[in-house]
């Protein structure tokens, strides 16, 4: 089983619909949970971060996490075709409290006009 | 502006030579990490630091050498021993090596072999 695990896709959506994208984790002590974009290309840039069960928003994006079923999901509402990119689930190193991360093989989001 | 900055840009590599990706940053950050990036995978960890002269390995981190004389730098070596080095290399910082806070990437090296 991989640590952590994302369905890449493609995700298809269209224009001005949600999107949502999913990530489970095996480490249970794992406390810290990072969503990163990356554009074909170019490298992973932050855009969202949640350390506690429940919801986070940030403008169209809000992340959600459940620590009991080891699931994190982003949500873009409004999607753009600007929000078409890899999404990059990101872990920290759970019991081991290092500060590594552990990545997704990410999820390609398609967002049709 | 504050950063991380990642040179060259590209890199080619021939059979046999070692190759140095520099990564340098004025953001302050204490950790510092380097990653490989496959086409279509995640990212996978080769060595990270937590504090100047002291670094530990990744997962990957057979061919790879690292050092961290300076807070600011953390160039990584791409050695003969790394038999399939063509990759897209990103070296990333955090302010410090506890679990909350975010990574911070730059805009990466993509190695090749000549």
């Known amino acids: 089983q991989k640590e952590v695990e994302q369905n890449s896709g493609p995700l298809s959506v269209p224009e001005g619909a949600i999107a949502s994208l999913n990530c489970t984790y095996s480490?249970?002590?794992?406390?810290?949970f990072f969503w990163y974009r990356q554009y074909s290309g170019k490298s992973p840039e932050l855009i969202m971060f949640?350390?506690?069960?429940g919801d986070k928003e940030d403008g169209r994006f809000t992340a959600q996490l459940n620590k009991a079923s080891q699931y994190v999901s982003l949500l873009i509402r409004d999607s753009q075709p600007s929000d078409s990119a890899t999404y990059l689930c990101?872990?920290?190193?759970?019991?081991?409290?290092?500060?590594?991360?552990?990545f997704g093989q990410g999820t390609t989001l398609q967002v049709k006009p | 502006d504050g950063g991380i900055t990642q040179s060259p840009k590209y890199l080619f590599r021939k059979e046999g030579q070692n190759v140095t990706l520099s990564c340098e940053q004025n953001?302050?950050?204490?950790?510092m990490y380097w990653y490989r990036q496959d086409p279509g995978q995640g990212l996978r960890l080769i060595y990270y630091s937590h504090i100047v002269n002291d670094f530990q390995k990744g997962d990957i981190a057979e061919g790879y050498s690292v050092s961290r004389e300076k807070k600011e730098s953390f160039p990584l070596t791409v050695t003969s021993a790394q038999k399939n080095p063509t990759a897209f290399y990103l070296c990333a910082s955090s302010i410090v090596s506890t679990l909350n806070q975010p990574q911070h990437f730059g805009d990466g090296t993509r190695l090749s072999i000549l």
């Open positions: 480490d249970r002590g794992s406390q810290s």
């Open positions: 953001l302050n950050h204490d950790a």
């Open positions: 990101a872990v920290n190193g759970g019991s081991s409290n290092t500060g590594k991360l552990i």
């Open positions: 949640i350390y506690s069960n």
